[in-house]
């Protein structure tokens, strides 16, 4: 009878979300948010601007960083973060580090109202790039900087997230195909180990960019800022028109660094350690390559032959475009919506394709394209073959029901609320075609949509309702839509 009456006692302290461990995670978080911030201070000191806007920003959340620690000095919980817990403290540090990040807009004066700063802070951290500034080169340098860096910060955050947290939880079929067992042998089974491995490959490619764009004649300010964007796949440009105004070199260097940042980051390990017969044995990154390709082949062919653009311009916009959409960055070399309608159209489904898991990507990603498509020829096989025992695999291993199921109901959800999503916009009085491309573009972290909100456009002109609706759908595309719709559960909050 005693053990009987202890059991329900015990689920409940099971099911009790520990705050203490989210908000000690949420204190680290806004501290090293508050270094950022003085350090970028310190960039406008030497830039004759102004420092203030940087100290008041960085004094809000270093004050509540510290007061957390030293509250939670005391108390050490030595057990790991639940599902449960990891799912609200990774929300809640991304909406605290996007209203951190609004602080120096609203503090310089460069963006005075507090939802569009919202909007731009969270388009800069989720490394969207949508943005609502209408005239980008006249804010200060450093505000610029601060622009480009909330890229740079989002990028590694998300890297840490998708191959490091998300496989432990195992959210999503995501310790299936985003750091499976032989790359976790291949990159040591250890957080911190992976972390600066991580760090140090991201933090190489940013800096190997930087030298490059350098190499073409961009300025060191703009190459950084440009480079910030291009590794995490975030679009910000410190130009009103993105990186249509520099050379053939200067588009192809950011092209090729699009491409890398939206491969998976375990295969740029493999690839520093010569390990070439894995990387050919990765499903997913031949069907990225493979996609890619074929689609910018067709719209490079739809530039020449009916928008009569010479081959190598054509060619360069074509891929360019591809790439800067499908990999969800978002910088542009050209107004898309004035080529065929066949030709923008075929971008507008490529927001909905996203580069590869484990990369600074957003959108559906590939491999989960690649495993329904491999259901789709798995019902057709059954037909002709009734009786045959098959299954869908990937990298040579069959994939379990589960995870196969789990890959499928994501698509179906992801349609769903951008169903969702755009019905809200057009309820909210913006026609059909912005309201469907600014949810494509705002789940999938891309930037530049269709209709009104399209390259040659911002988001400025929508009502602030629009705003931070899609705010909403950037942090919750960017963070693989469960981790945010959970919490919106009423078993989640059961105890």
Known sequence: M????????????MRTLRFKSIFRIISLILIILSVFLLLN???????KEPVLPFLLASAFPLLIGLILLKTLSGDHEQSPMNRREACLA???SWILM?????????ASGSIPDFTDAVFESVSGFTTTGASILT??????LSILFWRSLTHWIGGIGIIVLVIIIMPHLKIGGYNLFTMESSLQEKIRPRVKSIGKRLLVIYTGLTIIEIILLLLGGMNLFESTCHAFGTIATGGFSPKNTSIAGYSPYIQYVIMIFMLL???????HYLLIKKDFARIRQNDEFRFYLSVVCITALIITGALVIDAGIPLEPAFREGFFQTISIITCTGFATADYLQ?????????FLSMFLGGSTGSTAGGIKMVRHLIALRNVKLIFTRLNSPNAVLSVRLNRKVLSEESNNSVLTFIAVYLLIFAIGSISL?????????????VATCMAGIGPGIGSVGPASNFAHLPDAAKLVLSFLMITGRLEIYTVIILFSRNYWKV
């Open 2 to 13: 005693a053990t009987a009456a202890r059991l329900p006692a015990r689920k409940i302290c």
């Open 135 to 140: 005239d980008i080169e006249s804010l200060p």
């Open 261 to 267: 940042a939206g491969t998976n980051f375990t295969i």
């Open 426 to 438: 057009v309820l909210l009085g913006i026609d059909v075609s912005t309201a469907a491309g600014s």
């Open 98 to 106: 996007s209203l951190t990040g609004c602080l120096p807009y609203l």
């Open 90 to 92: 990774v929300t809640l």
């Open 339 to 347: 080529w065929p309608v066949y030709a923008w159209m075929i971008l």
């Open 41 to 47: 201070g310190l960039l406008a000191f030497f830039m």
